[in-house]
């Protein structure tokens, strides 16, 4: 009998083998053009170019257009569809290797796109060598300091979660070479985590665990731009997926635990906690695992930061108001003839309101998947806001991948479709 | 025959407004980079050629009040024979009335705006 299994497999390994050929091969191409071309690839180096940021893969790198780059994402892209589009086909060996490479090689390239993680480093040594709160001072409180020309948003104070901000406080007593490099691979370390635990939930809900990793770990938006640019979304989701885990698992304390954790690095992962409770069989534990974790979260913050971490929400706040061309809000109000104010903020935000009282409704009442639910929160948070950088566009991605709702999936990638767009367009025109 | 499901109807709905959003806000863009090569070249023109040339010049809008339209210009000067910028100026273009008309420069050392600790890391 098993070998009439192995002829039936051969082609569709063969076959799973050009899609995920197109994405491997493409994003290697990426990858190297990250290393080998300064400017619009790595940012940070617009202010000046330095072998410490273009890092191992420099000797390898190639200069690459605008042009060229726009074409190899559309490759990557097209590859990435054709590995979805074989469904359960996928082989498992193939995903896992390609996945893994695909990581290992955007952990190595220069930060890619995005110069946030300069930012982390610039946080972390505002309080250990300058003695100063991110919470309460933006960079621009130390300007003579080593990676301040690195860093673009000048004047914002630390949107990031207090964990976050502790957890990398260390980071500012060493070298601004070892502290990019510990979180380029802090992200990429996360991205594979968040392979792993797609995995281990699509198993537990009985969907295909090699589509889900393919899903989310080949997404070119995950490894190009989340885990290139080094950010610490990866590190959220991670902690958020391990928190989804542990309710599948019965294990609701480190569950609660694990989702506050997560919203002390980054505050979006806040949105999971109702479907969460939703999801678990006892409730109770998974709020008593919260209330420890929220202990945990408020008793670093206090420690830390004294009550300036409250200083957050209103760097929150501002982040809201901020607008980007690739919004879907932004782009919905511009067709409709409204800009940006008053009334049309309060509607998004109603819009958010009532998007999560109805996912709440409809997780209760069992009509939708509570992990497919926490997908639909953070999609709906994405859409509603007037700011959207590429990388918050991988959010509802593992839980639709995991879930395997083809609805939120579509949603999601139509989403980021959207944003390539922008990016391929700019790249294109520029 | 099939029937078509509410939710997927809807999401098909929000499908065709997110390409129609996409579609208008690309061309928006592509719009504004036809503005922004027109800022540039105003901006240039204004700076006049005092010798030497201007590298990486950049336009982004910053202001787009209801009837005002600024936009932010930056240039690096590139003296004669160098290879690297000596000094950039910025510079606000007001486009109100249509024609790009300089309304403040700015110039500023790229000497002066390096960190004195970083030779300490800089390959």
Excluded at chain 1, 119 to 134: E, M, N, Q, T
Excluded at chain 1, 398 to 420: E, G, I, N, V, Y
Aim: net charge positive.
């Amino acid at each position: 009998m098993s070998a009439a299994a192995v002829p039936a497999r051969r082609p569709l390994t063969a076959l799973t083998a050009v899609p995920l050929a197109l994405v491997v091969g493409a994003g290697v191409a990426v990858a190297l053009a990250g290393a080998g071309t300064h400017g619009f690839l790595v940012p940070i180096e617009y202010r000046g170019v330095r072998g410490w940021i273009d890092g191992p893969l420099a000797p390898l790198g190639i200069a690459v257009s605008r042009t060229a780059f726009a074409a190899e994402l559309v490759v990557m892209t097209a590859g990435y569809v054709g590995v979805l589009a074989l469904g359960d086909a996928v082989d498992e060996r193939l995903v896992l290797i390609a996945t893994g490479a695909l990581h290992v090689l955007f952990g190595l390239a220069p930060p890619l796109l995005s110069t946030d993680v300069m930012s982390y480093v610039d946080y972390a040594r505002l309080a250990a060598v300058h003695h100063l709160s991110p919470y309460r001072s933006a960079p621009w409180a130390a300007p003579h300091d080593v990676v301040f020309r690195f860093v673009h948003w000048r004047g914002t104070r630390s949107a990031y979660g207090p964990l976050f901000t502790a957890a990398t406080w260390p980071l500012g007593l060493v070298s601004p070479v070892v502290a990019l490099w510990v979180l380029k691979g802090a992200a990429a370390l996360a991205g594979l985590a968040c392979v792993g635990l797609v995995w281990r939930i699509a198993r537990r809900l009985g969907r295909s665990p090699s589509f889900a990793a393919a899903a989310f770990g080949l997404n070119p938006v995950v490894v190009v731009w989340t885990v290139g640019g080094g950010h610490n979304d990866m590190l959220m989701l991670a902690t958020l997926l391990g928190g989804v885990l542990l309710v599948l698992e019965r294990r609701e304390l480190g569950a609660g635990a694990a989702v506050l954790v997560a919203l002390g690095i980054k505050a979006t992962a806040g949105l999971a906690l109702p479907f969460a409770l939703l999801g678990s069989r006892r409730r109770g534990r998974l709020a008593l695992g919260a209330a420890l974790g929220a202990i945990a979260v408020v008793a670093v913050g206090y420690l830390g930061f004294s009550d300036h971490a409250v200083g957050l929400l209103d760097v929150l706040h501002k982040e809201r108001l901020l607008i980007s061309q690739q919004s879907v809000a932004h782009g919905v109000l511009r067709l409709l003839g409204l800009q940006e104010d008053a009334r049309t903020r309060l509607a998004l935000t109603a819009a958010l309101a009532g998007s999560l009282v109805l996912l709440v409704l409809a997780a209760w009442r069992r009509r939708i998947g509570w992990v497919a639910a926490i997908g639909w929160a953070l999609l709906a948070a994405v859409v509603t806001s007037t700011w959207t950088v590429p990388w918050y566009t991988i959010w509802p991605l593992p839980f639709a991948a995991a879930a395997r709702d083809r609805r939120l999936l579509a949603a999601t990638l139509a989403l980021q479709a959207s944003t390539l767009a922008y990016v391929v367009a700019g790249l294109a025109g520029a | 025959m099939a029937r078509i499901r509410l939710p997927d109807a809807a999401l098909a709905l929000a499908g065709v407004v997110l390409l129609a959003a996409t579609v208008r806000g690309i061309e928006a863009e592509t719009a504004g980079h036809r503005v922004h090569e027109a800022d540039a070249v105003a901006f240039l023109r204004y700076l006049g050629h005092s010798g030497g040339r201007y590298a990486h010049v950049y336009v982004h809008r910053v202001l787009d009040m209801p009837g005002r339209r600024v936009y932010r210009v930056c240039a690096n000067h590139v003296a004669p024979g160098a290879r690297r910028a000596d000094y950039r100026v910025c510079g606000l273009v007001d486009r109100t009335t249509g024609a790009a008309r300089v309304v403040a420069v700015r110039r500023f050392s790229l000497k002066d705006a390096l960190p004195p600790l970083l030779g300490g890391v800089a390959s």
